[in-house]
């Protein structure tokens, strides 16, 4: 999608080993957020941000951490990867309430 | 906590026929209404939305929704579908207000058009 690019677009790794996804917004919105896709659960939040440095949790955040350094990038981390954490990660940006979300592309993490 | 129920998980329809799928949500304070549309491989896009005023709203591809408070049921609807609507649609809600917009989404509906 025309402004917000996610990387990488898939990726294998290994039980135990730290991971961070990246999300990166070129049209200057305030908040962002980071959402987990799996079969039967549609999009469950994981993470959110309001602001540089400012970030809350969602739904779904036991496991993951996240930092957001710049406006233009908010970054996903698990520390630890389990199999449980096989999915496809999607990042959003909103410039207000009233906009609706604009989403990436998706980044297919598989934990073996 | 706000949830999200699509009540069909798959929907087959043959094409030129109408379709609804089905969206209830669970809040009963001011709320803002979306569905968003994914196909294959790709990440989900805005199909329309619902802030306040007209009860019924439109998509530029001929989708409409229609939101029922008293229902608490905001479902979606096409009178004449086409291959191309081949996808999986993801009803969304949110509160009201400033801040940041937490969305709730439902399980999503795969919508299969047969010819």
């Known amino acids: 999608d025309a402004g917000i690019t996610q990387s990488p677009r898939h990726k294998v790794t290994e039980t135990g080993t730290p991971v961070t996804l990246r999300c990166h917004q070129t049209?200057?919105?305030?908040?962002m957020y980071w959402y987990r896709q799996d079969p039967g659960h549609g999009l469950r939040l994981i993470h959110y941000?309001?602001?540089?440095?400012?970030?809350d949790k969602g739904e779904v955040s036991d496991g993951y951490s996240v930092s957001r350094s710049k406006t233009e990038d908010f970054l996903l981390t698990l520390e630890s990867a389990t199999s449980s954490q096989t999915s496809v990660y999607f990042c959003?940006?909103?410039?207000?309430?009233?906009?609706?979300?604009?989403f990436g592309s998706g980044t297919r993490l598989t934990v073996v | 906590a706000q949830s999200v129920t699509q009540l069909d998980s798959q929907v087959p329809v043959f094409e030129e026929a109408p379709v609804e799928l089905r969206c209830n949500y669970s809040?009963?304070?001011?709320?803002?209404l979306f569905w968003y549309v994914q196909y294959p491989n790709q990440g989900l896009q805005l199909l329309l939305k619902?802030?306040?005023?007209?009860?019924l709203v439109e998509s530029i591809n001929g989708f409409e929704a229609e939101f029922n408070k008293s229902q608490t049921s905001f479902h979606l609807r096409k009178p004449s579908v086409h291959i191309s609507d081949t996808a999986e649609y993801f009803c969304?809600?949110?509160?009201?207000?400033?801040?940041?917009?937490?969305?709730?989404f439902g399980q999503g509906t795969r919508l299969t058009i047969n010819p």
């Open positions: 959003a940006i909103s410039e207000s309430t009233f906009y609706g979300y604009t």
């Open positions: 049209e200057n919105h305030r908040y």
């Open positions: 941000s309001y602001g540089v440095k400012d970030t």
């Open positions: 809040s009963s304070v001011s709320v803002y």
């Open positions: 619902y802030l306040s005023g007209s009860t």
């Open positions: 969304a809600v949110s509160e009201g207000g400033q801040g940041a917009q937490k969305l709730v």
